[in-house]
């Protein structure tokens, strides 16, 4: 089962920055925040990922709380493209088998609305 | 240039059938995995592999079972259909995982119809 908690859905307006919260309370230490995100129809896509400070990259922006047990995914200028649904996802580092398989939620369904 | 693909894209077939899945990635990955997403749209991991291991989700019947010729491609067949399998299924590929880091590369799905 996921280890996470996400809303079902939000909705953005385009141009506005989109913030998708997540609930992981019961990380461990050795685990890593990822996203994901699955525009429909297409396979999902990798967004970003951090283990305890905040990431940034040409997609998004991830700030994650110092204890850990939440995480904000930051669109900063909405599109509607980036309609979709939105998987935070915790995953064991340096290990491969099966504890290292992504497992993904229900995700937050993001539409970005004109 | 496409790095994760997979055919056919769509797979209308009758119960009882034997069927497969093509997926070819061109990244280079070591890892490879079949993933299951069902019409409530939960995508389930079925199984991952490299040249030293298979991992099977044990939630998956053995009538599936993935096939690989090398290391570009990892194949699925699914025997003796049911319409429980109806489903969309995408391959994805990834550096090995023991690496740390498992940025996975998705294809576009294959999504199979049991009649």
């Known amino acids: 089962d996921a280890k996470t908690t996400q809303p079902t859905s939000m909705d953005c307006a385009e141009g506005r920055a989109a913030n998708l919260p997540c609930n992981h309370s019961t990380i461990s230490g050795n685990e890593y925040v990822y996203w994901y995100r699955q525009i429909h129809s297409q396979g999902p896509q990798y967004i970003i990922h951090?283990?305890?400070n905040n990431e940034t990259n040409e997609m998004a922006s991830l700030i994650i709380t110092e204890d850990r047990k939440s995480s904000t995914l930051i669109l900063p200028h909405a599109t509607l493209r980036d309609t979709a649904v939105y998987y935070c996802?915790?995953?064991?580092?340096?290990?491969?088998?099966?504890?290292?398989?992504?497992?993904f939620g229900k995700g937050t369904k993001l539409s970005v609305k004109p | 240039d496409t790095a994760v693909s997979q055919t056919p894209k769509y797979l209308v077939t009758q119960m009882g059938n034997d069927k497969s899945i093509k997926c070819e990635q061109n990244l280079g990955h070591d890892t490879m995995y079949w993933y299951k997403q069902d019409s409530k749209k939960f995508l389930k991991i079925m199984f991952s592999?490299?040249?030293?291991?298979?991992?099977i989700n044990e939630t998956v019947p053995n009538r599936f079972s993935p096939k690989s010729p090398d290391k570009a491609h990892l194949n699925l067949h699914i025997n003796s259909l049911e319409l429980g399998d109806s489903a969309v299924y995408f391959c994805?590929?990834?550096?090995?995982?023991?690496?740390?880091?498992?940025?996975?590369?998705f294809g576009p799905g294959t999504r199979l119809t049991v009649l």
């Open positions: 592999y490299n040249n030293k291991e298979l991992i």
């Open positions: 996802i915790v995953r064991v580092a340096d290990y491969g088998g099966s504890q290292g398989n992504l497992i």
């Open positions: 994805a590929s990834s550096q090995d995982p023991g690496t740390g880091f498992n940025e996975q590369f």
């Open positions: 951090g283990l305890k």
